[in-house]
């Protein structure tokens, strides 16, 4: 439990080569801490859109909604993972889906330990001070995307510039699946719309 | 059985006192809706600061119609001029609305002459009145009494083309006796003028935006359809004003600026404070049909405020000297109290007036309790007496608790008093960050000051409470390890033993 939850996320986020590959080959990652730290994204984010400090909080009380912030988060992960495998079965990746969100899960590790403590910080914060919360913002983001990178990388045994390029893919096909979605989305409700018509019709006649 | 009886006489006085209570201050019912912009920049109904309370026409003031009106222009003296362009005339009328005297013409070296549809008026400190007499091409300037003293007519300068044909529109003239004119057909600013009538120069050039569609239209264009393309010039500007200091507020009517407003310093730099949540242009809201305010005429009033008056809907924004807007009144309409064609306003006495120039008439609008009150407000907190705006302050929050600039007032009264806690509080009723980040430090350090003590104490227990932990932690392991040392020898000892070794 232990090991699983804390030892292991806390020794990805610094040594993220050497275990990212232990992830792959020795069995290391659990998919129930992947959505564990998605949770703890999820909720990192709704506590800083509300509690964090005045003076680096711009969001309008009135338009806050944790269920909404959920979906925000959650569903952009799992398109990421979706898109990413869609992508990587073309591109001779070696990644299975439950491992790519298993390196994007873990990947969103700094986020949550930078984010908690960062929250109470911005409260005993004056305005020149602020910029250091922006700071340990900006670096929990990156380090975020670095060891996005390092696990796509280990995943699929991917050269560095064929990471790039598949990051870079994997974004176009998240658009891509959001076309396609609507579409069909709006094609159904036209098809639906058409045989309840259709059913309107019948009964009127008869 | 008792409270039965009682109840309904209770309820008969209840009924009785609310009825009773007085009406509320704001009874006056306005044709427009007065609002103000939240932090969030969505308009937010607010009480008038202003009601109409008369309106006067030219045949009211026994005259006759006025025609196209295109100036007013009220004098330190209170004599309030108009210029009535359409008829070529000036009528001053006195405090009471009363015709003093018709203006129809001045007497140049025996010869009389009359005016061209003057349309920009301005009245110095001695009472001497300058009329800019659009069509004839000159500002003529005629004593209290109506005598020419001079006139500044084609200005002859080697910066102005010589085809340049002067056609002044507004005319104001600062302490120094500079004239400053805006004319028709100039795109390089405001016309400046000495005592004397000579041409120095322009002021305020507004500047020239780069759109970069346009750029890109213009680079892929052959010249023929270059050639039919706008011209990228400068806006004219609309109107000006001089404050007590010497400053010039002008106005133009670009629609797309960001700064419709400008305070000229004296070298012509923009110097208006902009300290507002939202820029200073009128509404930050407007449907695209309408379009952003569009500004004609603007007054200094007292206090560091001033007054625009917004020809496109009809309406006067009063901002502060900080940049921040105070409260709107006024729209489009034919009701008293809206307008056709605004074109300018003034200040009288604690009356706004308002020339509408599509109607041909003024209106009067009084200050409601809100808007006296936030006028008084502004003052103190201008002149540097916060802890007398205070009071006034918390009067408007009763008319209006959404009103942000009155909890920024008394937070920064509250600052100055170094009561930190509450101006806190009110700083982050008034979304002033600046404000809240200044008495947030301040009040960090007091705590800490005060608790410096209490907070090295409970660190210092902290501290040697954990190394306590560490330190026994060790011992036992220690003692533990020992013991296992010595048990496994016992153990081996034992085994051997078992062994038959001995």
Redesign the interface.
């Known amino acids: 439990m232990r090991q699983d939850f804390i030892k292991f996320p806390l020794h990805l986020i610094v040594h993220p080569f050497d275990s990212f590959w232990d992830m792959k080959y020795e069995g290391k990652g659990k998919i129930r801490v992947t959505l564990t730290i998605l949770l703890l994204v999820v909720i990192s984010m709704v506590l800083k859109n509300q509690f964090a400090g ?2 680096v909080n711009y969001n ?1 009380p009135r338009h806050l909604n944790s269920i909404i912030q959920l979906l925000t988060i959650v569903f952009p992960f799992f398109l990421w993972c979706l898109s990413n495998w869609a992508i990587t079965t073309l591109m001779d990746g070696e990644g299975k889906f439950k491992e790519i969100m298993m390196a994007t899960g873990y990947a969103l590790v700094p986020i949550v330990i930078i984010y908690t403590p960062m929250i109470i910080a911005s409260r ?1 914060m ?3 001070e602020t910029a250091f919360y922006y700071l340990m913002m900006s670096i929990s983001s990156i380090w975020f995307v670095a060891l996005l990178f390092v696990g796509i990388m280990t995943v699929h045994q991917y050269t560095v510039l064929k990471t790039v390029v598949t990051m870079l893919l994997t974004v176009v096909v998240m658009g891509i699946v959001i076309f396609l979605g609507t579409l069909v989305l709006s094609m159904l409700q036209q098809i639906i719309e058409f045989f309840v018509n259709i059913y309107r019709e019948l009964t009127f006649r008869t | 059985m008792i409270a039965k009886k009682w109840l309904p006489a209770v309820m008969a006085a209840s009924l009785l006192l609310c009825y009773a209570a007085p009406a509320p201050a704001s009874a006056e019912s306005t044709p427009y809706e007065s609002y103000n912009y939240n932090y969030w920049e969505e308009a937010v109904p607010a009480p008038a600061a202003y009601v109409p309370d008369r309106t006067l026409s030219g045949k009211d003031l026994g005259v006759g119609d006025f025609l196209d009106p295109g100036d007013m222009v009220v004098a330190a003296s209170g004599l309030i001029y108009i210029a009535d362009s359409g008829n070529g005339r000036i009528i001053c009328l006195d405090s009471d609305w009363k015709v003093n005297k018709v203006i129809s013409g001045f007497d140049n070296k025996g010869k009389a002459e009359k005016f061209k549809n003057p349309s920009g008026l301005y009245v110095n400190q001695e009472g001497n009145l300058f009329i800019a007499d659009t069509d004839n091409g000159r500002i003529v300037v005629l004593s209290p009494e109506g005598d020419l003293l001079r006139m500044i007519e084609q200005p002859k300068s080697d910066i102005l083309p010589a085809d340049f044909k002067f056609i002044p529109v507004k005319v104001t003239v600062d302490q120094a006796e500079r004239v400053y004119v805006i004319a028709k057909g100039i795109f390089e600013g405001i016309m400046q003028f000495d005592k004397n009538g000579d041409f120095i120069g322009y002021v305020g050039t507004n500047k020239v935006k780069r759109d970069y569609t346009e750029y890109l239209w213009r680079l892929l264009s052959t010249k023929a359809q270059k050639a039919q393309m706008a011209l990228f010039v400068p806006t004219e500007f609309s109107n000006i004003d001089v404050d007590s200091k010497g400053f010039l507020y002008a106005t133009n009517i670009d629609p797309g600026s960001k700064e419709p407003i400008k305070r000229l310093n004296p070298s012509g730099e923009d110097v208006l404070k902009r300290f507002g949540y939202f820029d200073v242009k009128g509404d930050i809201r407007f449907r695209i049909s309408i379009g952003p305010s569009k500004f004609t005429d603007i007054k200094v009033l007292a206090n560091g405020m001033y007054s625009a008056l917004d020809a496109n809907q009809g309406k006067v924004f009063t901002y502060n000297d900080e940049g921040d807007l105070l409260y709107v009144y006024g729209g489009k309409g034919n009701q008293v109290g809206t307008f056709k064609i605004p074109a300018a306003i003034e200040f009288s006495g604690g009356n706004q007036l308002v020339l509408d120039r599509g109607k041909g008439n003024i209106v009067i609008f009084k200050p409601t309790r809100f808007g006296t009150s936030v006028n008084q407000a502004v003052g103190y907190h201008y002149n540097g007496e916060d802890t007398r705006a205070v009071p006034v302050w918390k009067e408007v929050l009763k008319l209006n608790s959404n009103y942000d600039i009155a909890y920024i007032g008394i937070g920064k009264s509250l600052l100055m008093d170094k009561s930190n806690k509450e101006a806190l509080k009110y700083f982050k009723l008034g979304m002033d960050r600046d404000g809240y980040s200044v008495a947030f430090k301040r009040y960090r350090r007091e705590v800490m000051q005060e608790h410096f003590g209490t907070f090295l104490t409970v660190i210092m227990i902290l501290v040697s409470g954990w190394l306590a932990f560490r330190l026994l932690r060790f011992w036992r392991r220690k003692r533990l390890s020992g013991r296992s040392r010595q048990a496994s020898q016992n153990l081996k000892e034992g085994k051997a033993h078992e062994a038959g070794f001995h």
């Open positions: 005045f003076l309008d005993f004056a305005e020149e």
